[in-house]
Structure formats: C-alpha cells, structure tokens
C-alpha cells in the first residue's frame, strides 16, 4: 500500500493509521523501518540491517504515503529521510574509491558520527537532528 500512488490506496492508508493507538503506531513505523532494511527472504537474517537494502526500498515508498506513516513522528521521517542523503552520498562514493575500499568506509563512518554510531546511536542521530 505504501508503494501505491493511488489515492484510494493512500485513503486506506489513512484509515489504518487513524484506526490504530498511538503506541502501537510506533511499533508499526519501527517495523516497517526493520522490514525496509532487512535483506530479501533467503540472503539473510530479519535482524541484519543494511542500510543500502534500506535505502533502495525506502526511495521506492510513495512520499505521501510515507507522510501518512510518520504523520505523528516528523524527527524519525527526517531521520529516515537523511539515511537516505548519507546512503546516496555513499553510493556516490563508492563509485569514485579506491579498490580496497577504505576511503569508502572511512568517509561514511565519519558521516555517520564516527565511534558514536555504534557506542550511542541514539545519541548520534539525535545530534544530526540539532537536539
């Protein structure tokens, strides 16, 4: 439904999202979050998270749909919508790196708030929000 740019898909949509309480709306945007980064059925675990994998599939999202999901949570729609800048800017990168691939990896650690990323993510998304 999220793909369609149909506008009796995206009532839907609307409906769905209205119908639903606002804590478990959030257990819905985290799990569509997971599902849009997780690798397609048989190459991997649901837990292992790409963000390529993400980024492809959420370029794929209709915008509008995508509003409607995250109507009430504006801060993870921006999060989500600058993974896709740092992935499209890695991509961009990759296509221009060395052979070894440590200039890639470097810049997009660095991108990403370094050491923060892993030890607080939170925290380090939190600081590309400005807060």
Do not use: C, W
Request: glycine content about 10%; hydrophobic content about 40%; proline content about 4%.
């Amino acid at each position: 439904m999220a793909k369609s740019k149909g506008s009796a898909d995206r009532r839907s949509l609307n409906r769905i999202v209205k119908a639903i309480n606002p804590e478990n709306r959030k257990i819905l945007q985290s799990g569509i979050i997971q599902r849009l980064g997780s690798p397609s059925p048989g190459i991997g675990s649901i837990d292992d998270f790409s963000v390529n994998t993400f980024a492809k599939n959420y370029r794929e999202l209709d915008k509008a749909s995508l509003n409607i999901l995250f109507r009430d949570a504006p801060a993870q729609k921006q999060i989500l919508d600058k993974m896709l800048k740092i992935s499209e800017a890695y991509e961009k990168v990759a296509r221009l790196a060395n052979h070894s691939g440590t200039a890639r990896g470097n810049l997009f650690y660095g991108l990403l708030g370094g050491a923060g990323i892993v030890t607080a993510p939170a925290a380090t998304i939190s600081s590309f929000m400005g807060s």
